[in-house]
């Protein structure tokens, strides 16, 4: 079994400034990694992948993630937001072992990006 | 083309009712699943189907049952519904490889009230 800790449940940021989602997960199993992100009203949207290779990941919005294994992190950055960054975003996780268990999601950190 | 699309967006219904949410997927996966974001916007899976497995998450009450009529289609009936049963369900796809899964496509939701 796994799990995602996402430890801010909400990010107030100035536009322009820089910005860190936090993430953290356990699993007694290797695991892919994955960062989605929701607009108001919609659905899930991938933002960015770790699957295999290089630990850094971008996303074509200019966000980026770096896996850490010994630490069991995957933070979400982005050096200037905004304002169309606002969303919640989520951190999830599905494992390696074959089954078709689908994704433990973090419970979210809400980006809120202040003119 | 939408690659994975959710029936009705929007449904309000009464306690008690019996009612369905319909899901396709044109990405040609073998795996599908459902997922439930409550109103803190957290998401658990409820279900994933392959065609060959179901698995059910134990949490979920028997009330709540998947029907795939072919690998492009997992609807969700839901009877007897309650006032917790309120809540955004998602279905979405996977793309899959040895490991497990490698991106998940979600559909736009299905907003669900029961009054």
């Known amino acids: 079994a796994q799990s995602v800790t996402q430890l801010d449940s909400q990010v107030p940021v100035f536009e322009e400034a820089p910005v860190e989602l936090r993430c953290n997960y356990s699993?007694?199993?290797?695991?892919?990694l994955f960062w989605y992100v929701q607009y108001p009203n919609q659905g899930l949207q991938l933002l960015l992948k770790y699957l295999s290779g290089s630990t850094l990941v971008e996303s074509i919005n200019g966000f980026e993630a770096e896996f850490n294994k010994s630490q069991t992190s995957f933070h979400l950055r982005k050096p200037s937001v905004h304002i169309s960054d606002t969303a919640e975003y989520f951190c999830?996780?599905?494992?390696?072992?074959?089954?078709?268990?689908?994704?433990?999601f973090g419970k979210g950190t809400h980006l809120i990006i202040q003119p | 083309d939408t690659a994975v699309s959710q029936t009705p967006k929007y449904l309000v219904t009464q306690m008690g009712n019996d009612k369905s949410i319909k899901c396709e997927q044109n990405l040609g996966h073998d795996t599908m699943y459902w997922y439930k974001q409550d109103s803190k916007k957290f998401l658990k899976i409820m279900f994933s189907y392959n065609n060959k497995e179901l698995i059910i998450n134990e949490t979920v009450p028997n009330r709540f049952s998947p029907k795939s009529p072919d690998k492009a289609h997992l609807n969700l009936h839901i009877n007897s519904l309650e006032l917790g049963d309120s809540a955004v369900y998602f279905c979405?796809?996977?793309?899959?490889?040895?490991?497990?899964?490698?991106?998940?496509?979600f559909g736009q939701g299905t907003r669900l009230t029961v009054v």
């Open positions: 699993s007694s199993v290797s695991v892919y």
């Open positions: 979405a796809s996977s793309s899959r490889d040895r490991g497990g899964d490698t991106e998940a496509f």
């Open positions: 999830a996780v599905s494992d390696r072992g074959g089954g078709a268990d689908g994704l433990t």
